[in-house]
């Protein structure tokens, strides 16, 4: 079967011809990293009839608004739907002329993957998407699942895309600092992709104007350097049983903005704080929030809603109000407290770490109070930690 395909780029193309053993490609959003191996791997799957793909997600519930749209997408481009067949229960691909499968995991239990088992062929290639969400034993636990290659002719290939994250995550230094797997590095930006709308391309511009740090990670496809984060951290499986703790909540706006409401679980050991995300949505009600908060535990809080705090507090609820630190000496001091902790992240907090991702310093070295990037549950966990100070855990 002969494969016509239009590439955003040469360097797009790069990619689909590229037959390194690992190949990684960040940038920014709408850059055409995801598409073009996307298309690779439809393309290696009908060339070579002993491949089949495993597509890893954090989450394995991610994949069918991301990873399994795309390729789904991608196959009705090139005109090959009856080609495949696409199914929803269990989410996956199948090659109709052969049985050659793509499968969509999670990484809950990274060792699962060792037992998928092909009825041709074995898995030759994985694609990790949004390997920031991923931990590094996670990702070799997984590539360690390649089936053996020497019964036939066929390549091992893992298959990376990402959104830049901030220089904190152990993808940064992996792949772009020291290059340990030895990947071929692509980096894709709005540039790149000549199939972009003049629409969208004007959207990344305004941006250059408006929050110059965020240009240059969703248009430039830049990696956030460590001097830029406020806050330094490191994500974590789990976070320590037996420890004390509180609750803390940043109240949506109550003007009707639309901002969620927010609430953390700090947990406390000397220096060290564990972080959790609790609750993040602008539709949470207050019985709704009452679910996820635990009795007899100081719970911190703004003042924006003082019918909220009254309404938990006759609940039975110790909420603790504290007074919104508005002027930037206080948010400045409150940031500087946290800035003093080891601060560790609970990795399924995904709202929370994109959050510290994108809270960053301007360009004159300064905390700015009026950053347009949320910020809510670093409000929240802000106020824990203070509050812990003061009040302690109970």
Known sequence: MEIRLKFASEKHQALMLDDNDTIFASGSRRSGKSIIVGQKIITTIIENKNVNCVVIRADKDQNKDTTYATLTRIIKQMGLLSKFIIR?????????????????????????????DFA????????????????????????????????????????????PAGSANWVKDYFIDRNVYKASIYSFTIFDNKFLSQKDREHFLRLKDIDYPRYRREALGEWVYSEGLIYKWQEVDRIPQALPFVFAIDWGNSQGSGDPTAAVKVSFSGDNIFVEQIAYSNKL?????????????????DLNAPHAVDFLMNAGFDMQPMKKAVAKGRVVDGVQIVQGKNLNVLRNSRDLIAELNNYLYDKDGNITTQNKTPDHLLDAMRYAVIGHERIGSV
């Open 88 to 116: 929803k229960s269990p989410l996956e691909i199948e090659y109709k002329p052969t049985g050659q499968m793509i499968v969509f995991r999670g990484t809950d239990d990274p060792e699962k993957v060792k037992g998928i």
């Open 285 to 301: 009600t207050l019985n709704l929030l009452a679910q996820y908060l635990p009795r007899n535990i100081n719970i911190f809080c």
């Open 120 to 163: 041709t062929g074995g898995l030759h290639m994985i694609w990790f998407d949004e390997i920031t969400s991923i931990s590094k034993e996670a990702y070799e636990t997984i590539t360690g699942s390649f089936s053996g290659t020497g019964e036939y002719k066929v390549i091992n290939q893992t298959l990376i895309t990402t959104n």
